[in-house]
């Protein structure tokens, strides 16, 4: 792997972390932590067409008040009361009443099968839409290092699961999930996001049938 191969590859994993963390109660730091800089530098190494949708979710992000985004966050995943855009697998895959159904446990096997571990202090599904963002993260790390280390069957082992999580779970229901939410979003950023992380789910898919 060249040089500048490694970059683009830590750029995956990189661009796939700060989209999970996308999808969790907008904070201050999200800002200040220089996020939306620093996603927009991954995906400036993934693909050119990802660029001018991340550049614009940072400035939205900044220019939005954080109550209202706050408050569409809310709308959008939390409810109280009819949940615009459910983030969870089982809802898309299975019925729109249906959490924790049968596609949420064969997940969960994928998980353990990547030693995937869910912190116990988290309070959301483990098919929610950042659990399963953060897992192909760590599906595109682990690739990553098989690669540097040259260990053929750990990254066949690693590619053929990452094939099965995007082919069964997460590349089957992210478009769905990603027009609620571009369709009911109230702020520019959620439809951004929506956007950028259909585009950037179909390259990891468009790898995946490549390999």
């Known amino acids: 792997m060249t040089e500048s191969e490694m970059r683009a590859a830590v750029a995956r994993e990189d661009a796939c972390r700060y989209l999970a963390a996308c999808y969790y ?19 400036s190494l993934v693909h050119a067409d990802l660029v001018p949708c991340a550049r614009k979710l940072g400035e939205e992000f900044r220019s939005t008040e954080p109550e209202r985004l706050l ?8 409810g109280p009361s009819h949940i615009l855009a ?9 019925g729109e009443k249906t959490v924790m159904g049968d596609s949420t446990l064969a997940v969960l096997d994928l998980y353990r099968e990547g030693g995937f571990d869910i912190d116990e202090e988290f309070r959301e599904l483990p ?17 990553n290092e098989a690669r540097l280390q040259e260990d053929a069957d750990k990254l066949n082992s690693v ?3 990452r094939r099965r999580f995007l082919s069964q779970h997460l590349g089957r229901w992210i478009e769905p999930f990603t027009a609620a939410v571009r369709a009911s979003a109230e702020c520019d950023f959620y439809r951004q996001l929506a956007e950028l992380t259909k585009a950037f789910i ?7 049938n490549q390999a």
Do not use: C, N
């Open 25 to 43: 109660q907008p904070e201050p730091a999200f800002e200040e932590e220089g996020m939306f800089t620093s996603l927009l530098d991954a995906v």
């Open 71 to 78: 408050l569409d966050y809310t709308r959008l995943f939390l």
């Open 86 to 94: 459910k983030p969870y697998g089982s809802v898309w895959l299975e």
């Open 127 to 143: 098919d929610h839409v950042a659990v399963e963002l953060e897992f192909l993260y760590l599906l595109i790390f682990r690739e």
């Open 159 to 161: 590619i053929d699961l």
């Open 202 to 208: 179909d390259l990891e898919i468009a790898k995946m």
